[in-house]
């Protein structure tokens, strides 16, 4: 059956660091939607995550909307050459390192199996010079990491970045690789 919304409505428009006091009110209203039945200790600290992540001078946003309504977002900033989390579980590093760190990807729950999240994605690193993007994900959610699989990430290994947080997998991709479908 074929989900009421199409991704056509939804426009996307793309911000950056300088944006971030215009549009946060609109990414914590997604996520109290998005969140609504799982507001635990760790959710509740989202504002901070959005302070943080929008304070790199490379944030970069990309916001749907249908019509005036926000329907979701993806977010993500370039990692510190050098410091990038994933670096612990490869051997041996690929010889470009350049990393675009994923940091949110979420649509709201009327949006959501419409193509909205794909889009968002795409949108964001689509024009990124990194050559890899690397995210986190809650192994409680396997569908989600099949997702992010079938965009090309690989698991490289796992990592829990507060002591209240799941221990997510981490997922790493080349951003300038052909893609096979």
């Not at 959005?50 to 749907?64: K, N, S």
Request: negative net charge.
């Amino acid at each position: 059956m074929e989900h009421p919304l199409t991704t056509t409505a939804v426009e996307l428009r793309r911000f950056g660091h300088e944006d971030l006091q215009a549009i946060r009110q609109t990414l914590l209203d997604v996520h109290a939607d998005a969140y609504a039945d799982q507001m635990d200790e760790f959710n509740q600290r989202f504002p901070w995550f959005v302070d943080h992540w929008g304070e790199h001078p490379g944030f970069a946003c990309v916001i749907g909307y249908d019509g005036d309504e926000p329907v979701g977002f993806a977010y993500g900033a370039p990692a510190t050459p050098g410091r990038e989390w994933w670096r612990e579980h490869l051997s041996e590093p690929p010889a470009n390192d350049s990393t675009f760190s994923v940091s949110e990807l979420m649509v709201r729950p009327r949006w959501r199996k419409t193509g909205t999240a794909e889009r968002l994605h795409t949108a964001l690193l689509e024009d990124r010079p990194e050559a890899l993007a690397v995210l986190l994900v809650d192994p409680d959610h396997p569908k989600v990491q099949a997702l992010y699989e079938a965009w090309g990430y690989a698991k490289v290994g796992h990592r829990q970045p507060f002591p209240d947080s799941p221990n997510f997998a981490v997922m790493l991709r080349h951003l300038h690789l052909p893609t096979v479908s």
